[in-house]
T-cell receptor
Framework: KNEVEQSPQNLTAQEGEFITINCSYS?????LHWLQQHPGGGIVSLFM???GKKKHGRLIATINIQEKHSSLHITASHPRDSAVYIC????????????FGQGTRLTINP | KAGVTQTPRYLIKTRGQQVTLSCSPI?????VSWYQQTPGQGLQFLFE???????NKGNFPGRFSGRQFSNSRSEMNVSTLELGDSALYLC?????????????FGQGTRLTVV
């Protein structure tokens, strides 16, 4: 079993829909990251969380440390949001060593 | 402020050869981490350097090595290339080696071994 599990693996939605991507982890962590990867490979860091909730524009990320679960929400989704979204965690003893989920491929149709 | 720069962006090598990839972190960042991304295994941690010292190493064979220079630039080297080494290699820089410091990723180097 992977230490970081994401669901769903693939998600297709219509423009304007509210999107939720989930991440569960089984190890102790010091921080959780949500990353976005577009075709071509470059990765952009969206959020780094250690507790609570963060919001950037239409993106919201939450984390529940007790339940070892995080969610990424996209409101009013747009075709340019189409990308792979990756959850990654800093394991407590690992400094900058990140452990990654398998990613969620999101496609937003116009 | 310039982002994380990886060179080259694309590389084709033959089995048995060796390759060196370069990563220039954001100015002032002292931690550089390397990751391998393949379709089968996803993203996996290779190693992390901080102030020229390797701080962590992932579960990769000794053919994978790296180093960091005094200006924080880092290189990773893969010797005796195998077909399975074909992957996107990403580096990330952060200000410190603290786990609560945000990591900034480069565009990656896509290595193809033929």
């Amino acid at each position: 079993k992977n230490e970081v599990e994401q669901s769903p693996q693939n998600l297709t939605a219509q423009e304007g829909e509210f999107i939720t991507i989930n991440c569960s982890y089984s190890v102790g962590i010091s921080a959780l990251h949500w990353l976005q990867q577009h075709p071509g490979g470059g990765i952009v860091s969206l959020f780094m969380l250690s507790s609570g909730k963060k919001k950037h524009g239409r993106l919201i990320a939450t984390i529940n440390i007790q339940e070892k679960h995080s969610s990424l929400h996209i409101t009013a989704s747009h075709p340019r949001d189409s990308a792979v979204y990756i959850c990654a965690v800093n394991v407590i003893q690992g400094a900058q060593k990140l452990v990654f989920g398998q990613g969620t491929r999101l496609t937003i149709n116009p | 402020k310039a982002g994380v720069t990886q060179t080259p962006r694309y590389l084709i090598k033959t089995r048995g050869q060796q390759v060196t990839l370069s990563c220039s972190p954001i100015s002032g960042h002292r931690s550089v981490s390397w990751y391998q991304q393949t379709p089968g295994q996803g993203l996996q941690f290779l190693f992390e350097y901080f102030s020229e010292t390797q701080r962590n190493k992932g579960n990769f064979p000794g053919r994978f090595s790296g180093r960091q220079f005094s200006n924080s630039r880092s290189e990773m080297n893969v010797s005796t290339l195998e077909l399975g080494d074909s992957a996107l290699y990403l580096c990330a820089s952060s200000l410190l080696d603290s786990p609560k410091t945000e990591a900034f990723f480069g565009q990656g180097t896509r290595l193809t071994v033929v």
